[in-house]
């Protein structure tokens, strides 16, 4: 039975993170030549938006967010870097803010500016054969390149590895879910994991959305079968085309190796005009989303880090307006989730949803 959504809501259209106005989102990925990994951008108008963090697994690799903590100095940030490579695709970051820099985009400072951007990662080291063919500056120049590209560009390639080998480069539409991105190499549960996006419009017209990348030590699926636990959470019609699994696939599927280092990271945004401290809270209540979608979530060996946006272009709500998005945040990730998982595509390691349990769509693939 799926969760009954506010009255009135629909996904907005793209149901993907971009609807929330000023906000862009860039994919770049390496698969082949011991790579199975790539940096995921979301690149904030010029001026930058608000944002906050929450950090809830036990295992994070992350950048600047102390000075996401309503204490501290800086209100706006200009990119958030979501990238594969363990601590080692931190570096991602740099190309995106080498580039920014370059077009004169960050915090004003005597002499220059200093573009702010927030990073975090996930564990996927190992996963196309090279435990250190991770994302580099130059991958995360290319996710920001995406970023910048006009939505109807198609996919172009990427720049080559610095380390060797005949890797694919690409990148992939701002809109698109899947084994792209930061979750080229994601696993979650024994299956294939990777980015989903989705959006919510409220009766009002403010817009909610979220992008997560998927790489959890948890299970995806719900624990009284095999439906993945997010899509509960759809929005009318959604997921109407999606049929419970049959049981047959269900009892037999059995993850030949769950990995012991993961993490899910990902982003909540929305239109209106929020403070530093309520960003915070979005990013928190988006964790609620990622419990309901992925059990157990937040463990010892999960680095999960949500971040949560305010692209500042409709009015700060007030306290009733504030509850239906915090409310709309925690089911958007949930939904995001099921869509990473739904798109994924898999592989020798890591089998796809769909591959496991083709019955979900009727038995027609």
């Known amino acids: 039975m799926l969760a009954e959504p506010a009255p009135g809501m629909r996904p907005g259209p793209t149901n993907s993170l971009v609807d929330v106005a000023g906000l862009r989102v860039g994919h770049a990925h390496r698969v082949g030549g011991g790579y199975r990994t790539g940096t995921t951008v979301v690149l904030a108008p010029p001026e930058g938006v608000v944002a906050g963090v929450d950090v809830r697994g036990a295992a994070p690799g992350t950048r600047e967010t102390e000075l996401l903590d309503p204490r501290n100095l800086v209100e ?14 931190l570096s991602a970051a740099c190309g995106v803010m080498d580039e920014l820099a370059d077009a004169g985009i960050g915090f004003p400072v005597a002499g220059g500016v200093v573009p702010i951007v927030p990073a975090a990662v996930i564990y996927d080291l190992g996963r196309g054969g090279d435990f250190r063919a991770t994302p580099d500056a130059a991958l995360g120049a290319a996710a920001y390149a995406a970023a910048r590209a006009p939505a109807h560009e198609p996919p172009f390639p990427a ?27 994601a696993m979650a549960g024994g299956l294939a994991g990777g980015v989903g996006t989705a959006s919510a419009v409220l009766p009002g017209g403010v817009t909610v959305a979220a992008l997560a990348v998927v790489n959890a030590a948890g299970s995806v699926l719900d624990p009284a079968g095999a439906t993945l636990a997010g899509v509960r959470y759809g929005l009318p019609g959604e997921f109407g085309h999606l049929r419970r699994p ?120």
């Open 159 to 185: 720049p080559p590895p610095r380390r060797g080998g005949a890797a694919r480069h690409a990148t992939a539409p701002p809109t698109a879910s899947g084994s792209i991105g930061a979750g080229a190499g």
């Open 246 to 365: 049959d049981p047959d696939e269900a009892g037999a599927w059995q993850p030949d190796k769950v990995t012991s280092f993961n993490t899910t990271i990902g982003v909540v945004a929305t239109d209106l005009t929020l403070t530093k401290a309520q960003c915070g809270k979005l990013a928190g209540v988006a964790h609620d989303g990622l419990a309901r979608a992925i059990r157990p979530a937040h463990t010892m060996v999960d680095g999960d880090t949500v971040f949560g946006l305010a692209a500042c272009a409709r009015p700060a709500p007030g306290p009733d307006g504030l509850q239906d998005v915090l409310a709309a945040a925690a089911d958007v990730f949930s939904r995001a989730v099921a869509h990473a998982m739904l798109a994924a595509t898999g592989r020798e390691d890591a089998p796809a949803y769909l591959d496991v349990f083709p019955s979900v769509l009727g038995g027609d693939r």
């Open 76 to 89: 706006r940030v200009h990119a958030v870097v979501l990238s594969g490579g363990s601590a080692y695709g």
